[in-house]
């Protein structure tokens, strides 16, 4: 650790090793010119504490111990193989420039990845093939191709608020938008509805996995 606070991890390549990002008070910078291959990342801090600068993890495991909350830095990585476990919410992956000019960004992929030991809330999957990934199964559902399905999807009658708040917005999202995760206990909770009444609707639509 620097003087500032900051572990980097750039211009190297990284094989079969367990990283664990877990000091409350470390930054941690990962990139650029930094490839891991087949190495599990721990992490356990805040999204601040987290700064990816194009690295590339190639058949990685990430077991996130802490909810990683509203991280759209997913974007300046590529993943390719690699397994996510544990709470995210509010995170972006995938090919998305237009996030921010830093040039990192631009540079973002994510194929073949498995979300299946995952709980995801509201994290969305971007300029990707949604069917090289796996994602989670319920209470976890994903929309597929959000934008271009919208206009079915609020054709049929939502519990609660589901409607307003989440469906009648999907032709909002980024128009790199390819997969949009939600977690049905989270969402029924702040949208005053129940999993079940959520599911019955969902189970209607072959563009949404569960």
């Given at each position: 650790?620097?003087?500032?606070?900051?572990?980097?991890?750039?211009?190297?390549?990284?094989?079969?090793?367990?990283?664990?990002?877990?000091?409350?008070?470390?930054?941690?910078?990962?990139?650029?010119?930094?490839?891991?291959?087949?190495?599990?990342?721990?992490?356990?801090?805040?999204?601040?504490?987290?700064?990816?600068?194009?690295?590339?993890?190639?058949?990685?495991?990430?077991?996130?111990?802490?909810?990683?909350?509203?991280?759209?830095s997913?974007?300046?990585?590529?993943?390719?193989?690699?397994?996510?476990?544990?709470?995210?919410?509010?995170?972006?992956?995938?090919?998305?420039?237009?996030?921010t000019?830093?040039?990192?960004?631009?540079?973002?992929s994510?194929?073949?990845?498995?979300?299946?030991?995952?709980?995801?809330?509201?994290?969305?999957?971007?300029?990707?093939?949604?069917?090289?990934l796996?994602?989670?199964?319920?209470?976890?559902?994903?929309?597929l191709?959000?934008?271009?399905?919208?206009?079915?999807?609020?054709?049929?009658?939502?519990?609660?608020?589901?409607?307003?708040?989440?469906?009648?917005?999907?032709?909002?999202?980024?128009?790199?938008?390819?997969?949009?995760?939600?977690?049905?206990?989270?969402?029924?909770?702040?949208?005053?509805?129940?999993?079940?009444?959520?599911?019955?609707?969902?189970?209607?639509?072959?563009?949404?996995?569960?």
């Amino acid at each position: 650790m620097d003087w500032l606070g900051n572990i980097v991890f750039n211009d190297r390549e990284i094989e079969n090793e367990r990283l664990e990002l877990t000091d409350p008070k470390a930054n941690y910078i990962l990139g650029p010119n930094l490839i891991l291959r087949n190495c599990t990342l721990v992490l356990k801090v805040s999204a601040r504490r987290l700064s990816l600068k194009q690295p590339r993890f190639i058949d990685c495991t990430f077991e996130v111990k802490q909810e990683l909350k509203n991280y759209q830095s997913w974007v300046a990585a590529s993943l390719k193989g690699c397994r996510v476990k544990g709470r995210l919410s509010g995170c972006d992956f995938g090919y998305w420039p237009e996030y921010t000019s830093l040039p990192w960004y631009q540079h973002g992929s994510i194929e073949d990845c498995d979300f299946s030991e995952a709980r995801l809330d509201g994290c969305r999957f971007m300029d990707c093939d949604p069917s090289t990934l796996r994602f989670p199964k319920w209470p976890c559902f994903t929309i597929l191709d959000p934008i271009r399905r919208a206009p079915e999807l609020c054709r049929a009658t939502w519990p609660g608020l589901v409607g307003d708040v989440v469906v009648e917005k999907l032709h909002k999202q980024p128009p790199r938008t390819m997969a949009l995760t939600e977690h049905a206990p989270t969402l029924a909770k702040q949208l005053e509805t129940t999993p079940e009444e959520l599911k019955a609707v969902i189970e209607k639509f072959d563009c949404i996995l569960f």
